[in-house]
């Protein structure tokens, strides 16, 4: 084989090499706060099921601090590095993305009511994380009997303050606490705290320390993300990871291959599953209910 063809061979191999690297997209992805492990959850499994679809896909992850600031600065990386389109995590990060990047298709996840509060346009579409709080205060008061009811929650995260609304309207004797900044202190006189979806409450360190401070005064904890149950929560209830992440997957894999994000309706989060911490429950002293545990995942 003479030189020429060996160059030709060569030549041809790199220009091989270049167009594979090209056909691979770059999405982009904004999670509220690093270490939340229901959106860790999720992000592993919509990369899963990219990978099962054939699609060629690298995701790019950004965990900035759980505010509109830190979201557009992140927005703002991922347009610099020509993100084909942004998945984002919440509500308060996805209109963020949207101002940032009004022509980049912007695809949502585990948003509690994301057209409640503002996430519409012809270039984002996703898939709702809804659950029913009320059954979820519920199920909270046949475990633990509460009188009085902590709201822990971020005046920064849209999704964070209407859950702590919606919770606190449901009547009885109920206390918000904002955790904006990162420090956490439960209210006085509470026989129980709710965890709202926001970062700033639902990060790994975070969780650790309110169940800290939950067993040390007895109170009882129930939580509106998965993975939290896992960590020392006495209760979980959120849509199903597994729904949100193959979803999402098919909603991103459709705008990369050119379809626009009108194109794919907003799915709704309606698969709910709920987690009960029987070590926790018994630690504090409280018996859960049989129906209760015949409904749930339970950690013994």
Known sequence: MNKTILLLIAGLGLLASSVAARAEDMVGAIMPSANVPYYVAIQKGLEEELTKAGASVKMTVQKPAPNEMAWKNATRKLVTLEAKAIVV???????????????????FCGAFDPAGAGVTGKNVTGVEAKVPLQALVGQLKK?????KLGILFSSEEVDSVKQADAVAALGGDSVKTDVKGGTITLPDGVQAVFLTCAGAVQNEEAIKSIVEKARAGKIATASVLGGSAELGVMISLAASVEQQAQETAKIVAGVIKGGGAASFPVVSGSKAELTINLVEAKALGLTVPFELLGTAKVIK
């Open 89 to 107: 995590y919440g509500s308060g990060a996805a209109l963020a993305a949207m101002g940032e990047a009004p022509d980049l298709p912007v695809v």
């Open 143 to 147: 475990i633990s009997n509460f009188t």
